[in-house]
């Protein structure tokens, strides 16, 4: 678990990092040469509906470009098609770099991004459970805080409701997302959003139920 939790931490902090960096113009800029294009074209039919159709067939094409960068050769896969458009190779081009890392080409974004493959696939799916062990971590936090004030003593059924409650309003938070990202609006520190909103509402219910055990 804690090596899920460093790793959504890191990725989240690229990305956030990453986006930053573009917005305020402190990407390194250095000369490149464009040596290989490759592309990756998937196609097929996106499913039926419920009227039995057999859908509306897709062609998606993504492009892995190598770049010599001074000595140094670096490559970035996962590049949409408008990104490449008019490249060819042995094409001199003006690199954005991150750490080293390739963001731009030509001032064209060819940064990956969150995307659903390799470890950002494996964050997607187990981001519930990181975000109710964190959840779990701050409740019980929060407990032994009272405990140590003298102020009450949390029994493991005083702190399972606001872990519940907290949750609930962590998934909400993701459906808030994922509303918003139909929409276009995609914020790359997502990760910190229902984890953020879960936690907060998970200890302002744990101060409630404090003080009912004080009441007791």
């Not at 040469?33 to 009227?51: A, F, I, N, W």
């Not at 940064?111 to 494996?122: E, F, K, Q, T």
């Not at 872990?163 to 609006?185: D, E, P, T």
């Amino acid at each position: 678990m804690t090596a899920l939790i460093v790793l959504l931490a890191v990725r989240t902090y690229e990305e956030t990092a990453v986006a930053l960096a573009r917005s305020n113009g402190s990407l390194h800029k250095a000369g490149a040469t464009v040596t290989k294009l490759t592309s990756h074209t998937e196609s097929g039919r996106d499913g039926g509906g419920q009227d039995g159709g057999s859908g509306n067939w897709f062609v998606h094409t993504e492009y892995t470009v190598d770049l010599r960068v001074g000595a140094e050769r670096k490559t970035v896969g996962g590049v949409p098609d408008e990104a490449v458009r008019g490249l060819r190779e042995g094409q001199p081009v003006t690199a954005g770099l991150w750490h080293g890392r390739v963001v731009e080409i030509d001032g064209r974004d060819v940064w990956p991004g969150w995307h659903p493959g390799g470890w950002d696939l494996v964050l997607f799916g187990l981001y519930p459970l990181v975000t109710g062990y964190l959840i779990a971590l701050a409740v019980t936090a929060a407990g032994h805080l009272a405990r140590r004030g003298g102020r009450a003593r949390l029994e493991r059924q005083d702190r399972s409701g606001p872990w519940a409650f907290g949750f609930l309003v962590a998934v909400a938070a993701v459906f808030v997302l994922l509303v918003c990202g139909a929409f276009g609006h995609r914020p790359v520190f997502w990760p910190l959003v229902p984890v953020g909103a879960g936690t907060a509402a998970a200890v302002a219910r744990v101060a409630v139920v404090v003080r009912r055990v004080r009441e007791r």
